[in-house]
């Protein structure tokens, strides 16, 4: 057979797309329903590391609700949770081999909590090195840390619901709330731990259900659990930053000490850093629009300017407080810095920052900082009472 | 050194997969030459002239013994009607040979033989005159007979051969000619609207199988000069007219030419239907698009004719070809012109969508469900999870099993009979969805997919192309099973590289995409508004390329 110029590019031609054919690995071919979906997994730590992981099989899915209709509220659950000791996580995870006769897939994982006493013994970047490592888990999964057992957290009372999934639901609600820290993905916690930061992760108790409070702050330096922060310190952390996208001040009216909810609509906040010779200091300005959201002051009309203008003072009073006590709590009890005060040193000062940074938490500590806020109030709904 | 060199060279498996690697492309390449070369053989035997023809006998003007010849020719045939009679009163023989059913009797018994049997001597001609055969043959022909289409025919066997497709030949004593007398009349069918391109807007005529009314469709189209409808015979044992029609200030000349070299090269015995051109006159036989248009509405192949395609007309089908065509035609109905373009667009659109469903819907299914279930979200997941619990089969079987079933339901649509069909088709759909999935064999999500897949591919205008979609579904299937979303990808790159090279008649199969022409794109995807299109398709080098003239 001769081969001609045009023969020969179509040999070549076809010769490419059949060599790819050639070069795959890919042969994981794996049904769906064989797989057991790894929706979270929790680490705590006993005398050795416990890994449980919440497990999804074609087996328990939509179980909780067939079993509720036909055998009248039966115990069996949505999910199945199979814990496993070991000294490092994957060779924990890999024993779970022995015990559950589906594959883990965790590709839909959602969620990792991490137990208080885990969080507080261990460098999280060497105790979530696999987590980081591991290509079938999605960096867009979340990190949690639970007050007490972690495991506990993936328990729930009712059998239909999946917990890591309800976790997911419940995180999304920060944008209406200012007690709820925005999540924190994996994405972002490798460059937080690589950093070598302060930062906050949501923190969430389970006393039968599982409830979000406050936040964990973990230390930069060392990388593991320093301390609590509780829900209202939350909300001075979310002024401070500016990130909230709605919540809810509360103030007392000076004269009838009747409440006045503030709804925020929007948060502005600007962290404006001093550098005099070696005197740091920070200037923190918040402005926020908002309405009224209820009052209980019955003397004054809502509509009235006077009465907004009132408000409006009493709410920035309310922020400030909030902002200023957890700025307390931040720099005399834990010493970190949290709120992104050194990133905005490291943007506007970036030599003073490259010499301060190694002890910066501790300098932190010792920063005065001022707070300036302003309230604006759009509207007062529907009731001009 | 040596050790050095040893420890780089691969074991004897990499080898192993390299060879193969070499060797499935040139297995392939071998069988597509083999292919090729007999092609190239056929080709070269079809230029041989087939001078192989029995020597032609005349008519010698002796009426007994020609009389005899044509007996002898077409007198065995049942149907063939022999009718002798004397001419008026002048006692010249005569003789009229018909074929029953095809021949107009009521014009022979009325118009001709009447005419032929009276007395009709005339002051000019005495009956001395009408023994000199020329003179009386004239007067016959120009008196006589009332007959728009009459021939001399002095070859017994051609006259023959026109008796039999509905002629009557007339022998008269004295004449060594016959009269060929085209009073032909087949049973025709009423013009009605084509079951296969119905439309919701638009003439509701489609083709007949008589060639000569499907000609005046297209002349009854509009006034124009230009329309050339050239005839052609083709069939060796069984000659049938050929019209190719185009409009000669539009087409290219160059593909008229073509079109016409690629039909006189047909050499087969029997054309049943414009299928059998389709087939001899396409580019690629191996290729599984269609790649010429067959279609039975007169303004379809009128539009084309408009763009500088050429059609192609066969006597005994009332489906026209029309050549070249491109993979956007195929997904382009008439309608999408008569509506406005806003909505014509859209629905076009929708058609691309609906393609694309056909061609994937099944072989992504596989892909995610066995290969990459992290892709499908995770709700969408737990419920595909909990839809195939229990069912014993992986995604590629279950999905063969519905895919196959579905296709034998609509061949039985098909065949049935018209008041049955539909019922069947829903009774066994509901049936074999319903049963299954309540059997446990397949998943109610895959059912949605499978009919999903069978829809989409209706809503493709071309009736041949849906098939081609559906049959290139089954590769995609498999090759999804074997390398997931990957093996599709393959597929689809395949399919593509098999696009940009196919060609119909000299014009890429996927223009206006490859290549590129922006300004054909009016009519691609979207219909733009017919004020902005006002070209011709470049890619058609026509002569006028204007459309519009502002």
Known sequence: MRLNHRNARFFLGLLLPISVLFLTGCWSSKEIEELGLIAGTSLDLDTDITVTNQFITSETTGSGSRAGNTQGGSTQKAYKNVSETGKEVLPTVRNMLLKVDKRAFAEHSKVIVIGEEFASNFNLQQALDFFLREVELRPSSMLLIAKNRASDILETNEPTKIPAFQLVEMIKGHKRTSKILPPMTFAQLEGKLESNASFLVQAVVSDGDVKFSGAAVIEGKTKKLRGFLDEKEIEGITWITGKGQGGLVKSLDKETHQSIIYEVLSMKSKIIPKVNGDNISFNITIESEGRIGEQWVLSDKASDDEFIRKAEKTTEKSVEHLVEGVLEKLQQEYKTDVAGFGNRLRIEYPKVWEKVKNDWDELFSQVPIKCNVKITIKDYGTSGE | ?550
């Not at chain 2, 649509?413 to 049936?431: D, E, H, Y």
């Not at chain 2, 074997?482 to 996927?510: E, N, T």
């Open chain 2, 1 to 550: 050194m040596w050790e050095k060199v040893v420890s780089y060279i691969p074991n004897w498996t990499v080898f192993m997969q390299g060879f193969l690697a070499f060797l499935i492309p040139y297995i392939i390449f071998n069988v597509f030459n083999q292919l090729k070369s007999e092609k190239k053989k056929e080709s070269q035997k079809e230029t041989n002239p087939n001078s192989s023809q029995a020597p032609s006998e005349h008519y010698t003007g002796d009426y007994t013994l020609d009389y005899e010849r044509i007996k002898q020719q077409i007198g065995h045939n049942w149907d063939v009607h022999f009718r002798e009679f004397l001419l008026g009163d002048t006692g010249v023989r005569v003789a009229i040979i018909f074929l029953d059913g095809l021949s107009d009797k009521e014009l022979i018994e009325k118009h001709i033989m009447m005419a032929l049997m009276q007395n009709f001597t005339d002051e000019k001609y005495d009956e001395s005159s009408f023994k000199n055969g020329e003179v009386l043959q004239e007067f016959i022909k120009n008196r006589i007979l009332p007959i728009s289409d009459l021939k001399e025919e002095q070859d017994i066997k051609l006259s023959a051969t026109a008796v039999l497709t509905g002629s009557a030949a007339l022998i008269i004593d004295g004449i060594s000619n016959a009269l060929i007398l085209d009073i032909a009349k087949g049973k025709s069918r009423n013009i009605e609207e084509p079951v296969s391109e119905a439309l919701v807007r638009g003439p509701r005529v489609g083709f007949t199988e008589i060639l000569s009314d499907n000609t005046a469709l297209l002349r009854k189209h509009g006034e124009n000069s230009n329309l050339f409808i050239i005839n052609f015979k083709v069939g060796q044992r069984s000659k049938k007219e050929l019209i190719v029609a185009y409009i000669e200030d539009v087409a290219d000349p160059n593909l008229v030419e073509e079109v016409k070299r690629r039909i006189q090269k047909i050499t087969i015995d029997d054309v049943a239907e414009s299928g059998y051109i389709e087939q001899l006159i396409e580019d690629n036989y191996l290729s599984p698009f269609p790649q010429v248009q067959s279609t039975e509405r007169p303004d379809r192949v009128f539009a084309a004719l408009m763009e500088g395609r050429v059609a192609i007309l066969l006597d005994g089908t009332p489906f026209a070809l029309v050549a070249p065509v491109t993979l956007g035609m195929l997904l382009q109905s008439p309608e999408d012109y008569y509506e406005r373009w806003l909505p014509s667009s859209l629905i076009r659109l929708l058609r691309y969508l609906a393609a694309s469903v056909t061609l994937f819907a099944p072989s992504l299914y596989i892909a995610f469900v066995s290969f990459h279930q992290g892709l499908i979200p995770t709700k969408l997941a737990l419920s595909i999870m909990r839809a195939r619990e229990g069912v014993p089969f992986p995604a590629l079987i279950e999905a063969l099993i519905m895919e196959v079933a579905i296709e034998i339901l609509r061949e039985a649509g098909l065949r049935l009979p018209k008041p049955i069909g539909p019922t069947m088709g829903i009774v066994g759909g509901l049936v074999i969805g319903e049963a299954a999935v309540q059997a446990g064999i397949v998943s109610p999500v895959l059912v949605i997919i499978v009919a999903l897949t069978a829809i989409s591919s209706f809503v493709i205008p071309q009736y041949n192309a849906g098939i081609t979609l559906r049959m290139l579904r089954f590769i995609a299937m498999f090759l999804a099973a074997l390398f997931g979303l990957y093996g599709v990808v393959i597929f689809f790159l395949f399919l593509c590289s098999h696009l940009v090279k196919l060609k119909s008649f000299g014009v890429p199969y996927l223009s206006p995409t490859v290549p590129y022409r922006a300004g054909d794109w009016k009519d691609f995807m979207v219909r733009m508004p017919l004020k902005m299109m006002k070209n011709r398709p470049r890619l058609l080098h026509t002569k006028d390329s204007t459309r519009r003239k502002d």
